[in-house]
């Protein structure tokens, strides 16, 4: 999610990275709680609202969307056939439930709706400043080290990857359905692995010889503004309502 197609100069840039992923941890939160799908449909309008604002790239943008809607796609194959409910259609053995047609819709536009808040707020920020807002935001510092150093090596570790596939390729290896392939496969995850854990080592080494103490200092300082107060009344604001027509819906639907 963190990376450079995102971060560009847009409205949403402007605004402060703690404010930023605050409000996306928030509406993600309000979100996934909801039942009915009018309120769902409301917090995947705030999500598509705020990716205007933000200005992503298209095609960056749809491939990022196809990749959750592959497995809700499969989610659609899956759930209204298989949970227990008022049966709607029915081909021989199989039949649909209602009930199944509306968790699908519900987790459907739930997915959407989150993952376009986050491609918004936070996907518009590099790992760096992500980490630096969530240590603000008083995150355990164990687990800002970890997301940090795992945005950092996780392309250095795929480069790996694909050097050791390349090379296994040039040796004459074609993977196929036998335990050979399972063996070579097994053998270049294991090297992979062996290979992390040397260049984990370097870089505890290098990072001990500059003087590392077990503290990231960062140089750019956060600063809330008071657009970044009127953006977090807004997104405030917007949870509340869709929480309103939510339990509206419950009482009265």
């Not at 992923?21 to 705020?50: D, N």
């Not at 603000?136 to 164990?142: A, E, G």
Request: contains cysteine; aromatic residues 10%.
């Amino acid at each position: 999610m963190f990376d450079q197609p995102f971060v560009r100069p847009s409205a949403i840039q402007r605004l402060d990275p703690r404010v930023r992923m605050g409000s996306a941890a928030l509406a993600a939160l309000s979100i996934s709680t909801l039942q009915t799908a009018s309120a769902c449909s409301l917090g995947l309008a705030l999500g598509l609202l705020l990716l205007i604002f933000a200005k992503p790239p298209l095609l960056p943008l749809l491939q990022r969307l196809a990749v959750v809607n592959v497995f809700v796609v499969f989610l659609w194959c899956v759930t209204p056939i298989t949970m227990p409910g008022r049966e709607v259609l029915s081909w021989g053995p199989v039949s649909v439930s209602a009930e199944g047609l509306h968790l699908s819709l519900l987790v459907s536009i739930k997915s959407n709706a989150i993952v376009c808040t986050f491609l918004a707020l936070v996907a518009t920020m590099n790992a760096s400043t992500a980490g630096r807002a969530l240590e603000c935001l008083h995150c355990p510092r164990k687990l800002v080290f970890l997301f940090l150093f795992t945005a950092r090596y996780v392309h250095v570790i795929a480069q790996q990857w694909q050097n050791l596939s390349v090379a296994a390729r040039l040796r004459g290896f074609r993977p196929k359905s036998n335990m050979h392939t399972y063996r070579t496969l097994a053998s270049l995850l294991g090297l992979l692995l062996v290979r992390s854990y040397e260049r984990s080592l370097r870089v505890r080494e290098a990072m001990l010889l500059r003087g590392f103490s077990g503290q990231f200092h960062s140089v750019s300082m956060f600063r809330v503004r008071p657009p970044d107060i009127l953006f977090a009344v807004f997104v405030l604001l917007c949870l509340v309502g869709i929480v309103a027509v939510e339990y509206k819906d419950t009482l009265y639907g």
